[in-house]
């Protein structure tokens, strides 16, 4: 069972390259998620797509943008990356946006910028 | 941050019950308590979820009092690859940000 998948899993960039960090889920999940996990803390919540066609900023948007490309894919982008961006990167889909759908998390990208 | 409490570590022997308690005193009532787990560099893994009512699923039973101020996750039968840091999370039911504590970091020891 796939699930949801993150590409790439590592990359290392320059100060000022882009990327976008691309992740898919098989499960029909209507919701998807983008979080970022520094050391000795905990997720925060980036942007998410509560539905297909629908995208909203989280906790921590500056420096990032999203397109929800389709039900099944949820893709993030650095347009000019900075070494505060220097993270582990998980998406994550839910069948909606409400607290009794559990989300599901994909294994990661591990970002380094410098 | 987190509005609920962990242990910060725990041992468990393998093959015996692992017991996870947290607290959630400020808990509301259309809140649920979440449980997940991370294993080291892996992503966050869902393992249960209840309201009101004790669950059970294939990992884990989930045990909440009465007056819903704690609870207590439930690995029946512990292995090594069980050892991960768990996290207790409320969540409203119109949704809403996950927010990882601290967590407890469970070993399970041979």
């Known amino acids: 069972n796939a699930g949801v998948t993150q590409t790439p899993k590592f990359q290392v960039l320059k100060t000022g390259q882009s990327m976008t960090l691309q992740c898919a889920q098989d499960?029909?999940?209507?919701?998807m998620y983008w979080y970022r996990q520094d050391p000795g803390m905990g997720l925060r919540l980036i942007y998410y797509?509560?539905?297909?066609?629908?995208?909203d900023k989280g906790e921590v948007p500056n420096g990032y943008n999203v397109s929800r490309l389709n039900k099944r894919e949820f893709s993030l982008r650095l347009e000019s990356a900075a070494p505060s961006q220097t993270s582990v990167y998980f998406c994550?889909?839910?069948?909606?946006?409400?607290?009794?759908?559990?989300?599901?998390f994909g294994d990661g990208t591990r970002l380094s910028i410098l | 941050d987190a509005k609920t409490t962990q242990p910060t570590s725990m041992d468990c022997a393998e093959g015996r019950a692992a017991n996870l308690p947290c607290n959630h005193s400020?808990?509301?009532?259309?809140?649920?308590v979440y449980w997940y787990r991370q294993i080291h560099s892996q992503g966050p893994q869902y393992i249960i979820h209840?309201?009101?009512n004790n669950e059970t699923n294939e990992m884990a039973s989930l045990i909440i009092t009465e007056d819903r101020k704690s609870s207590t996750l439930i690995l029946p039968h512990a292995t090594l690859r069980d050892t991960a840091v768990y996290y207790c999370?409320?969540?409203?039911?119109?949704?809403?940000?996950?927010?990882f504590g601290q967590g407890t970091e469970l070993s399970v020891k041979p």
């Open positions: 994550a889909s839910s069948d909606g946006p409400r607290g009794n759908q559990p989300q599901h």
């Open positions: 499960m029909n999940h209507n919701s």
């Open positions: 797509s509560a539905s297909e066609g629908t995208t």
């Open positions: 400020t808990i509301s009532g259309n809140e649920y």
């Open positions: 209840g309201l009101k």
């Open positions: 999370i409320e969540i409203s039911n119109q949704g809403g940000k996950l927010i």
